[in-house]
């Protein structure tokens, strides 16, 4: 028993310590098999000076979608307070392997009206059942412990993807803004022209007021895509994590080409189930969920359990020592109240698991459509709406350099081509931001959503 006792208390005193990095490495591992990027738990550490340094050096580079991404996983203030959770979770399992600390009793009594000694009486207990429960704690500790890294992990993907919409969002709206620069550029020639041939009589002033009001609006819509540049670049400032002088970035201008043409989109149902981390955090919860209501049926009938030594000192007899035990009788309380809220808890995890399996289906299925749908559109305004749209510009120059038109003809002609090309990059955009809703309900990339499927 002395050896037993030991034991258990040196392994007691190891457990004390909490690991630093608690569970980042898994954390890490489980997020290297589904993206290509790092994380970084800010902690103190000479590694951080390094991430420092590495996120300074990618800010002064031209942003990519993949070094926004980089950046906002090393810099990200909401991501470095999820990973506190799992300190959190890592000391929860760290208090379930310590035993409670035992209780000193003394009690000391004078003599008063004879001389003599003094009654001495003092006791030291224990909870001698921890000793037995601690395993099952321990377990299920871990058990949290584990699906807690599994919502870390996907709170990670999920910042992902929404750095990924954020930088694509940015990317058109900033061409939008050349674009609708153009537009007005072309809409003052046009309407200088107007000024002119009315000065000279040759327009009146209803076609010269259509061409003023044609131009205003050319201005307040310059004006709002300026705007929405800004608000779309205030989001993924915000999601980088910056501010100071660092929110100047540069952002690439274009908008990446589309792939030729897509992966396997077969079976992503299958490869979702497989690979979400809410799902399977889902399932932690459940098991722990069980685990817990079978601990607590199985102790019901078993109260506290203290055993400890007693010391006693009697100012007319001898001293005695030995052994006591504290044994707390379940006759009212038979955790009976304890055992339904976890089996109503156990019942909620379990309708919680099965929604979110049924949403998730749904939202891939959603999400391939979207993609599918927007790949059609940029391909039918690359291969119908821009090519007549350029047919129609040239044909246009052909006769105005005949005199067959004129060039109000021609500047409205351009202008029609223009905002098809603003349709053309608001279509690649919306590719873009489907592509990278795809991957994050998929769980992973979509290229190993591809290797998974062809295994």
């Known amino acids: 028993m002395i050896r037993a006792v030991t034991v258990v208390l040196l392994a007691s005193l190891a457990a004390c310590v909490v690991p630093r990095r608690a569970g980042f490495d898994d954390v890490e591992k489980a997020l290297a098999a589904r993206t290509r990027y790092r ?23 031209e942003l990519t979608v993949s070094t926004s991404v980089q950046i906002a996983l090393f810099n990200n203030p909401d991501l470095q307070a999820t990973y506190e959770r799992l300190g959190v979770a890592q000391a929860a399992v760290v208090q379930a392997g310590l035993l409670r600390n035992p209780r000193i009793s003394l009690h000391y009594g004078f003599r008063i ?32 412990f584990a699906r807690v890294k599994l919502e870390v992990a996907d709170a990670v993907l999920a910042k992902v993807a929404a750095v990924s919409q954020a930088f694509f969002t940015v990317q058109a709206s900033t061409q939008i803004v050349a674009m609708r620069q153009t537009l007005l550029d072309a809409q003052q020639a046009a309407t200088e022209l107007a000024l002119r041939q009315h000065e000279a009589g040759n327009l009146s002033e209803l076609d010269f007021s259509v061409h003023q009001a044609v131009y205003a609006q050319a201005k307040l819509d310059l004006g709002r895509a300026e705007y929405q540049r800004l608000a779309d670049r205030e989001q993924l400032t915000r999601l980088l994590g910056v501010w100071g002088a660092d929110i100047d970035y540069r952002v690439a201008a274009k908008l990446p080409d589309m792939p030729e043409r897509e992966p396997d989109l077969v079976h992503l149902e299958r490869v979702a189930i497989e690979n979400r981390f809410d799902l399977a955090a889902a399932r932690a919860e459940l098991q722990a969920a069980s685990d817990s209501l079978r601990l607590t049926k199985s102790t019901r009938v078993i109260g506290g359990l203290d055993v400890g030594l007693h010391a006693h000192r009697d100012p007319d007899g001898p001293a005695t020592i030995g052994p006591t035990l504290d044994l707390e009788l379940p006759i009212f309380d038979q955790k009976q109240a304890e055992v339904a809220r976890l089996r109503a808890q156990l019942h909620a995890a379990q309708h919680r698991a099965d ?15 979207r993609l599918l749908s927007a790949r059609m559109t940029v391909d039918y305004f690359a291969r119908a709406m821009i090519p ?26 351009k ?18 931001i489907a592509r990278a809703d795809l991957e994050h309900v998929l769980g992973t990339r979509l290229a190993f959503a591809a290797q998974g499927d062809r295994k």
């Open 39 to 61: 994380v970084h738990w800010n902690q103190g550490t000479d590694a951080d000076r390094l991430v420092a340094d590495e996120t300074r050096r990618l800010l002064g580079q």
């Open 113 to 144: 009206l004879e001389s003599g000694l003094d009654e001495l009486v003092g006791s030291v207990t224990g909870a001698f059942l921890d000793l037995f429960l601690m395993p099952l704690k321990k377990k299920l500790a871990n058990a949290d």
């Open 355 to 369: 929604a979110l399996a049924i949403t998730i289906r749904s939202e891939v299925r959603m999400a391939r459509n």
């Open 388 to 413: 007549l749209r350029e047919k129609i510009v040239a044909l246009s120059q052909e006769q105005y350099n005949a005199m067959l038109v004129g060039t109000y003809q021609l500047i409205t002609a």
């Open 415 to 432: 202008q029609n081509e223009l905002h098809t090309y603003r349709e053309y990059i608001e279509a690649v955009r919306d590719y873009w």
